[in-house]
């Protein structure tokens, strides 16, 4: 084998065959946009039971999770100390201040220091 021709990590694995699809009813979806990327939380159901999943989509890419039902306390639970933690902690590298400022009123930047 030449060094730079791709190896499979797992033989054999390129002759698996795909899982059949698997029924999927959604129960409940909202959707929230936040700046750049939008957030849809999904909670569905199959014969295995519930779950979350929350799909993130940015720029025609998308990722996502999916939390078991019987996970989604624990992770409200962590979520709720995160968002504390964010209202409470300072910022570390917050941008400096700059001396002009937008003047959004009349279409303008404003050289004098901001208020």
Same mark, same amino acid.
């Given at each position: 084998? #030449?060094?730079?021709?791709?190896?499979?990590?797992?033989?054999?694995?390129?002759?698996?065959?795909?899982?059949?699809?698997?029924?999927?009813?959604?129960?409940?979806?909202?959707?929230?946009?936040? &700046?750049?990327?939008?957030?849809?939380?999904?909670?569905?159901?199959?014969?295995?039971?519930?779950?979350?999943?929350?799909?993130? &989509?940015?720029?025609?890419?998308?990722?996502? #999770? #999916? #939390?078991?039902?019987?996970?989604? =306390?624990?992770?409200?639970?962590?979520?709720?100390?995160?968002?504390? =933690?964010?209202?409470?902690?300072?910022?570390?590298?917050?941008?400096?201040?700059?001396?002009?400022? =937008?003047?959004?009123? &009349?279409?303008?930047?404003?050289?004098?220091?901001?208020?």
């Amino acid at each position: 084998m #030449i060094s730079n021709e791709l190896r499979l990590p797992f033989k054999g694995l390129s002759q698996m065959q795909p899982r059949p699809p698997v029924q999927e009813d959604t129960l409940k979806s909202g959707q929230v946009q936040i &700046e750049r990327k939008t957030i849809t939380f999904i909670l569905k159901e199959n014969p295995r039971g519930r779950f979350l999943r929350i799909v993130e &989509e940015r720029g025609g890419h998308s990722a996502s #999770i #999916i #939390i078991p039902s019987t996970g989604l =306390a624990e992770f409200q639970k962590l979520l709720e100390e995160m968002i504390k =933690a964010s209202n409470e902690l300072p910022l570390k590298n917050q941008p400096e201040k700059s001396s002009r400022r =937008a003047d959004f009123q &009349e279409g303008t930047v404003n050289d004098s220091p901001a208020p």
